[in-house]
């Protein structure tokens, strides 16, 4: 009797880039089909390198959702968005995803992303918000463009908000994974993050939300407190932090009314991600400048 030859186990990472607001994130939560990074129609949302862990039948593939590369950077939390995105690429990746939005790339971005391919691993490039309306030919013209400049392993037209080729990126994807012995994480692991950090995560996804202009780019969120009692709500205490006393204004509203709203929404996605009660508590301070200080940007865990 002859036993029938299984595939060998195959794991890897995957790193997901793109502009901000391309739809990185979303494609993270879809291809995970659950909820991991916060998401926002505002531009440079992310602001960590965020491993999401899919376990499927034979492989382990580790999605890694980065900050959004921009073209040039005001300061030094955005250059240091840029290095968290580019070692993604550069140290961890067997495979890129390039996640680019129904729009020509300029000359500038095409050489950007190039760089990406000194990382030897292979690129597909995602053209996502398909669903959205194109002229006729508009998509043929930006595979194009993008095709001639990187020449990507594979290209798939897809979008992340309804899921549409998101199964065939996978399949790609997969497909790419070098082989493994084992997963590289214990099987059922979503990620390697712990709780608080999705919790702040959570308050900066309602601020993103519930605030306009220059708010929620100037806004750092540290959980000060996390403590949990078998048989009581557990005790968060959320610490945001803002550049200027306007933007403290802002947060905190007429009578409290704004930091109020903000505790009231946060606190509903917290205990629905936590799948428990929690008590929170948010206090605003302000750290002149904290975009600009390097000291800042470690303490508030932005830099390793
Ligand atoms: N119509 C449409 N909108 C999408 C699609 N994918 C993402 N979006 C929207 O685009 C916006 C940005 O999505 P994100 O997933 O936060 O984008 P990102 O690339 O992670 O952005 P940064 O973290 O800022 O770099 C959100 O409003 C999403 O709902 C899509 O396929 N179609
Ligand atoms: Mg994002």
Not at 49 to 57: C, W
Not at 169 to 193: I, N, T
Not at 243 to 250: H, N
Not at 274 to 286: M, N
Request: proline residues 6%; neutral net charge.
């Amino acid at each position: 009797m002859t036993e029938t030859p299984t595939a060998p186990f195959k794991a890897g990472f995957v790193a997901i880039l793109g502009r901000p607001n391309a739809g990185k994130s979303t494609l993270v939560n879809a291809l995970l089909k659950q909820k991991l990074s916060i998401v926002s129609p505002k531009p440079q949302t992310t602001r960590h390198k965020i491993l999401g862990i899919l376990d499927g039948e034979g492989f382990q593939l580790c999605l890694l959702d980065t900050p959004g590369l921009l073209g040039d950077s005001k300061d030094k939390l955005q250059d240091t968005l840029r290095v968290t995105a580019k070692r993604a690429a550069h140290d961890d990746a067997d495979a890129i995803v390039l996640v680019v939005e129904s729009t020509l790339p300029d000359e500038k971005t095409l050489q950007e992303f190039g760089s990406l391919l000194r990382t030897g691993a292979p690129l597909i490039l995602a053209v996502n918000k398909i669903d959205l309306p194109a002229s006729p030919g508009k998509h043929d013209n930006i595979i194009k463009a993008y095709e001639t400049a990187l020449k990507p392993a594979a290209v798939v037209k897809m979008s992340a908000l309804t899921g549409a080729g998101v199964d065939e990126l996978m399949a790609k994807l997969v497909a790419l994974l070098p082989e493994s012995p084992e997963p590289l994480y214990e099987k059922g692991q979503l990620s390697d993050r712990y709780e608080r950090f999705f919790v702040a995560e959570l308050i900066r996804e309602q601020i993103f939300d519930q605030f306009q202009e220059e708010i929620p780019h100037a806004t750092a969120v540290v959980i000060e407190a996390f403590k949990e009692k078998s048989g009581q709500p557990d005790q968060i205490a959320a610490l945001l932090y803002v550049e200027r006393d306007g933007q403290k204004g802002i947060l905190v509203g007429q009578k409290g009314k704004a930091l109020k709203e903000l505790h009231d929404r946060s606190l509903k996605a917290i205990e629905e991600f936590l799948g428990r009660e929690a008590d929170l508590e948010i206090w605003v301070k302000v750290r002149h400048n904290w975009r600009k200080d390097l000291n800042a940007l470690k303490e508030f865990g932005y830099l390793p």
